[in-house]
């Protein structure tokens, strides 16, 4: 084995600064495109959504706070909006959450739920209470069990 001297130990310092291939980089920063939130549709909802309220892009930006080139990337599916900007472009276009994320029934309930609730809302004010009451009790149940399952696991 050879001798190894105090001044192999120093590191050496290039004269000039390397520059990373283009294809490497460092850790990529986060992006709004990296975390999905909305459905794969949302660009098109969004588009649609727009222009039945006769809105431009640059005017759906300025009523929803963001600025105009993030609208073209939302409308482009280039990028995703975060939670706070949802919020602000379903307040312009004057449209819930679930409008603006999701598609039409995506979120409701099945066909036979559907005609249940159809019925329990033909009924008197005090059976609703009585109906709700018996939801909210099973909901509460369910969830309970759901969540003594998760300490057990």
Same mark, same amino acid.
């Given at each position: 084995m050879g001798c190894v001297t105090f001044e192999d130990r120093l590191p050496t310092m290039p004269t000039a600064p390397k520059k990373l291939p283009?294809?490497? +980089?460092?850790?990529p920063a986060p992006t709004q495109a990296t975390a999905p939130l909305p459905a794969a549709n949302f660009p098109a909802r969004l588009i649609q959504t727009r222009r039945q309220?006769?809105?431009?892009?640059q005017a759906l930006a300025d009523a929803a706070g963001v600025h105009v080139n993030q609208i073209k990337r939302y409308e482009a599916g280039a990028a995703q909006p975060t939670l706070e900007a949802l919020v602000g472009l379903a307040r312009?276009?004057?449209?819930?959450?679930d409008?603006?994320?999701f598609d039409e029934g995506e979120r409701g309930p #099945? @066909?036979? =739920?559907? =005609?249940?609730?159809?019925?329990? +809302?033909?009924? #008197? @004010?005090d059976d609703r209470r009585i109906i709700k009451a018996l939801l909210d009790g099973m909901i509460v149940k369910h969830q309970t069990k759901q969540?003594?399952?998760?300490? +057990? #696991?």
């Open positions: 283009a294809k490497a +980089s460092a850790t309220a006769s809105m431009t892009q312009a276009l004057h449209v819930s959450l409008q603006l994320v #099945s @066909d036979d =739920l559907r =005609l249940q609730f159809e019925a329990v +809302s033909h009924m #008197s @004010d969540m003594v399952g998760n300490l +057990s #696991s």
